[in-house]
């Protein structure tokens, strides 16, 4: 606090709070916090929570260290009597506005100092956090064995292996949660995108070993026979990433190449898009456009998701439901979020609702890293003196 020349400093981040006090607890599904704020001053501390989520021992220890307890929401009030000749330290990244708008005394922006501080363990710490993974390397021993002895005997899906495998490491001394909620896939709920990868590799390397290749893919083959299979490994990996994102942006693409070579056992609609020949026409002369475009389609065929539907197939269904079966009038509200942008491939979702008596309502996330308000004019803000913030 000195170092940034504050004398207070306000924690809205609830790992931050749990580690400066000690203190955990069960608000949060598989993490240890407990829902509250912090204002550190030079010689005290003032915690905002729910006074019923603590027990006697940590009253005592709270006290013992000058922190002083007062109900959860008196905080946003309270930033609001912080003497306004101090100077508050606050992480812009992890501070909600409604409570960065509240202080009326001038305002410095750092890294809450916790985040360090945490970061280094002790030798305590260290020999835990070892002995915690070595726990839970036996329970999942435990359930590849019982998952290789029994795929045959029963039924397992997602949930009942993510459960079993919950049960394993609960048999584990000093067990409390799981730290996150298992991640299973199989068959066609598995992660497209490793396959897609690992797709690409096999294509490429296939590709290093042939003599002979097309013109237009003169390019793609003279790179690829510069790489060893590590790096094969990561222009597949790469190319993942570039066709994952045409999924989302330029899915238009993806249909088209596809429809130019197979014929799909279920219907496809191709996404409107304007003057698509004379955009493709002048996309022929990008000496990357036709190889990526014939890699896609090997990738289709390999795969096999001409035939079953998994290129597409999600598009087309979830269309074809909303149409038959709209919502009727008071239908609950379909809320719909999206990430920085509308990525053109859900248009046709969003137009299946143009006829519902339903309320279709769009959260897009802000691209920005900082706030918002610190992206549009201050004049429409109150930060001159008023506030007295610090904006250099």
Known sequence: MKKAGANIHLVASLDDVAWLLNMRGNDIDFFPLVLAYVIVREDSADLYVEEKKLNDDLHKMLKENNVNVHPYNDIYEDAKKVDASATALIDPMKMNYALYKNLPCKVVQGANPTILMKAIKNETEIKNVRNAELKDSVALTKFIYWLKNNYDKMKITELSASEKLTQLRSEQEGYVRDSFEPLHAFGAHAATSHVMAWTFYEILRQKQNKKAFPEDEKRLYEYIQTLDPVGVLEFARHLNTVFITYGSYRFDWLQQWALEKFKFNHKVHPLPVPNAKAEEERLKKNADFLWQKRLWQELIEQTGAESEGKIFGWLENTIERIRKNKPVENSLPVHLFLPFSIPPNLLPL???????????????????????????????????????????
């Not at 339903?358 to 001159?384: G, H, M, R, T």
């Open 350 to 392: 969003i137009r299946a609702y143009e006829d519902s008596p339903a309320e279709l309502n769009l959260y897009i996330l802000n691209p920005c890293a900082e706030y918002w308000f610190e992206s549009v004019p201050k004049a429409q803000f109150d930060w001159s003196e008023n506030l007295k913030v610090d904006n250099s």
